[in-house]
Structure formats: C-alpha cells, structure tokens
C-alpha cells in the first residue's frame, strides 16, 4: 500500500490501527505512527518499523522517544540545543557562517550591529571583530540573553541586551538605528507577513542586511506523503551526524522537533522558505536584495548569505 493510498485513506477517516494490516514496509508503518493519535499506538507501529529496518536511525530513535512519556517543549532547554548547535553539520555550519559574517564585517568597517534572535550567540559571538563597535542583541529568552551579554561584557564591547520578542523590539525601538542588522537561522519563527512587516520597518532604520537561512523546498504542512518523506530522509541524515550526545540530540531535540513538524497540519510553525522567496520580501519591503552566497550544505538545506542594501 503506497503512501499517499494511506493518506488518503485516513483523511476518509480509516484509523492507523484498521490501516495496519495493510502495511508492507517499514516507512508504511512509520508513516502509520506518525498518523496515529495515540501515543502508545504510535510508539507500537514506530517499534514495528525500527525491527523491519533496523538500520534507519530515525525509526529507532522515534520508537524510544514514543515509549516515554510525553516531554516538554525541546526550545526551553538549552542543553540540548546546545549539544546540537555544537555537534554534527552545525560545527561546519557555523565556521562558515562565521566566516561571511568576518567577511561582511571587514567590507563596512566600522559597524553599529543589531543581531536579531540572537540565542546563545552560537553565530555572532564567534563572528565578532574589532569592526563590531557596538551591538545589539535581541532575545527573548533571559538565560540565554544573558550568556550572551555576561561575554560582549568580558570583551569590552559596548552592547544593549533586549530581552524581548523582536515585535516587542520594534515597538519601543523606533529611535535606534544600525550601520547593519543580522540574522542566522532566527526569522524562521515570524510568519512571512511578519517578515515583511519586520524588513519594512528595517529600511529606514540600516544601511544593509545580512540573513543567513536555508533554501528550504516549499513543502507546505502537516503530514502530507511528499512531505513526510523529506522530513524523514533529512533527519535520517541529521540523526546520524551525532554520536557521542546522540541520546541527548534526538530524544531531547531532533526527534520531538520533526514530530512536532509533522504535526503541523493548519501550517507551520517556523516559516522556513526558498531563497527566492527572501529575496522577494527584502525587494517588497525596499531593499535591494545582492547576490546570495552559498555558505555551507546543511543536512536539512543548504544555507546561504543573503544580503540587502
């Protein structure tokens, strides 16, 4: 039974379990799990799926999470996010973004930067040269936040810390402005109206942007076969590029994040898109969008530089 014949069956209204019997494959079980709203029925037809193949890392790893009681949010926690930051693809991932941003850094001289979604400064604090004179960053988590301050403070750079959601910034923000404002993996979480909104209200206020996202294919949501398929594949990759923190990485992080993606069926809730269409919104909102630059082949999608005048 193909995929999409499921699909179709269960938007019918066939249950995982009726569907069951007529599952030939290990993705056909998975893709069962993934469908069912039972969290032990799902764990049940994710387990039958790692025993058909055992070698794929994704159906196992889902199956132990599963069988587990249900875990919180994988955002709120920041040691494994930061296992996953600093392990796999990202390490290679970061070097370069770190290198475009020296690079973007070096051209402008001297910089007044703003830095939006900042975390735990995994991208800017590496990326940092004597070009950088002031900063802000902007975060909503405080924990995080004050990583980041508690180190521009040890270095000596002069900074403002917002710990607020990057709307909240903009609302009392008006009077500030920046020689350059970035973001590295972080406006995924704004809706692509948001986006514009945000790059609008940018315009008058910087010289340039600099964004560093993934050319993510548009797949739409939820759990559509064509879909599931890509998720699955590219955390199949992701998964397998941890070894030592591999328990901490998927059980903590990845699996609950591709879950909860799947799960996604009134729309996704990070807003990830393709190049093009970054470069669409930066032109609807005045910018003048540059070239893009490929920055490093990610697992999930490549990334790249993206740049606005």
Known sequence: MTLERIWDAHRSGATPAELEPLAGTARELFY??????DRAAAAALAARAAKLDPDSAVYAETARYLARPAADDPYEDPEPFTAFATGGGNVGLYRNTHEVLRSVYAELGSVRLLDIGTGEGHALLPALT?????VDVVEPSAARLARVAAELERRGITHRAHTRTVQEFTAQASSLSWDLVQDTFALLALTRAERVELFKWLRPRTKQLALVEFDVPDLGSGRDPRRFEHLVDRYEQGIREYHDTRELVAQRFLVPVLLG???EDDGPAHTEQPIA????DLASAGFTPLEPRWVFDYWWAPAHLIRAT
């Open 32 to 37: 069962l799990a993934v469908l069912a709203d």
């Open 261 to 263: 993606t799947l799960a």
């Open 130 to 134: 004597p070009e950088v004179v002031e």
């Open 277 to 280: 269409h970054w470069l669409e």
